[in-house]
T-cell receptor, first 113, second 118 residues
Framework: KNQVEQSPQSLIILEGKNCTLQ??????????LRWYKQDTGRGPVSLTI?????NTKSNGRYTATLDADTKQSSLHITASQLSDSASYIC????????????FGKGNQVVVIP | GAVVSQHPSWVICKSGTSVKIECRSL??????MFWYRQFPKQSLMLMAT?????????EQGVEKDKFLINHASLTLSTLTVTSAHPEDSSFYIC??????????????FGPGTRLTVT
């Protein structure tokens, strides 16, 4: 079973609308949780990094939240743009194992005009 | 910001041949680099961890004789897929790790290399 589960698997939204992506993880103890954006055919690009003591972090129109008690994180995209079409990957860094990363499968977001 | 490059960005080769993929950290030094493989709609799967000047550490199920990794300098790691077969066709991504400030490392990913074996 994957240690990092993301939902929804895919999502279509209208340009200008907001959306929220979910990430549940079972990894414990963890060092930090990251959200990456991966455009088709490209490598992942970091959006946010949060340690267990942080509840929220923003990067422009992207806002990530973290609830370490329930082991849930979300990524909120505000006023979506066509360029937001991508896969958003939730990644948890383990506290042990030399900070090994556990990857989710990603939320595939398609923004349509 | 830190940039990781990969070359080539895509390659098509015949079955049985070998292919080398380069991963470079352009504006920083990385003692540790990672190689991942990603199939369509799947997570990135760690293949091996590469430390400069020492042998790579391979994940379970990854054949070290088939996927040769060399980390000759602090800015260059190479992955050679030997005797490639169609099932090796995939998207290969490297990343380089730097200490971002306690308590965590930052990991920068390359743009990926699309390998197609015919």
């Amino acid at each position: 079973k994957n240690q990092v589960e993301q939902s929804p698997q895919s999502l279509i939204i209208l340009e200008g609308k907001n959306c929220t992506l979910q990430c549940n993880y079972t990894v414990s103890p963890f060092s930090n949780l990251r959200w990456y954006k991966q455009d088709t055919g490209r490598g992942p690009v970091s959006l946010t990094i949060m340690t267990f003591s942080e509840n929220t972090k923003s990067n422009g129109r992207y806002t990530a939240t973290l609830d370490a008690d329930t082991k849930q994180s979300s990524l909120h995209i505000t006023a979506s743009q066509l360029s937001d079409s991508a896969s958003y990957i939730c990644v948890v860094s383990l506290e042990y194992g030399n900070n090994r990363l556990a990857f989710g499968k990603g939320n595939q977001v398609v923004v349509i005009p | 910001g830190a940039v990781v490059s990969q070359h080539p960005s895509w390659v098509i080769c015949k079955s049985g041949t070998s292919v080398k993929i380069e991963c470079r950290s352009l504006d920083f030094q990385a003692t540790t680099m990672f190689w991942y493989r990603q199939f369509p709609k799947q997570s990135l799967m760690l293949m091996a961890t590469s430390n400069e000047g020492s042998k790579a550490t391979y994940e379970q199920g990854v054949e070290k004789d088939k996927f040769l990794i060399n980390h000759a300098s602090l800015t260059l790691s190479t992955l050679t897929v030997t005797s490639a077969h169609p099932e090796d066709s995939s998207f290969y991504i490297c990343s380089a790790r730097v200490l971002a400030g306690a308590p965590y490392y930052e990991q920068y990913f390359g743009p990926g290399t699309r390998l197609t074996v015919t």
